[in-house]
């Protein structure tokens, strides 16, 4: 169920599910940073960004919680996150805006040598903070 107090349209992205008995865990980390674009080149349009985060998770891990933060951009747009290696997905994780800094918390399924990547549709700075891994 959503509920609004206002008018408004709502967009919900499916990002997996829990089985309880399937043994999945979750093995909290901090919160680590693990990329900070800011005071760099930041994001280029179109250009995806590798995060290693091989060394920050226990081997066998399949996925991280991030919590990912746009800040900096100089137009509105979409960054999604994704399992290096895979496909880009044809959703978003954090929606950019100039002037504001908009974050979101994300579980983003880790590429075979423990990176994600970061896709970015507009020019932005994004700030990267590793919460924690799952693993089955």
């Known amino acids: 169920c959503l509920f609004s107090s206002v008018a408004t349209d709502l967009v919900v992205d499916l990002q997996g599910s829990w089985d309880a008995a399937g043994g999945l865990v979750f093995r909290p980390v ?6 900070d674009t ?3 080149s930041g994001v280029v349009p179109g250009r995806t960004v ?3 985060v ?3 998770v226990p081997v066998g891990a399949g996925a991280v919680t991030v919590n990912v933060t746009a800040v900096n951009s100089s137009a509105g747009g979409f ?3 994704f399992g290096c290696g895979g496909p880009l997905p044809l959703t978003s994780n954090v929606n950019p805006q100039p002037g504001a800094a908009v974050a979101n918390l ?13 896709f970015s549709s507009v020019a932005t700075d994004l700030v990267v903070d590793l919460q924690g ?4």
């Open 30 to 35: 901090g919160p680590s940073r693990v990329l």
């Open 38 to 40: 800011r005071g760099g």
């Open 50 to 52: 590798v995060v290693d």
């Open 54 to 56: 091989s060394g920050s």
């Open 79 to 81: 960054v999604t996150a």
């Open 106 to 118: 994300s579980v983003v399924p880790l590429g075979s040598d423990g990176t994600i990547c970061l």
């Open 133 to 136: 891994s799952w693993r089955t």
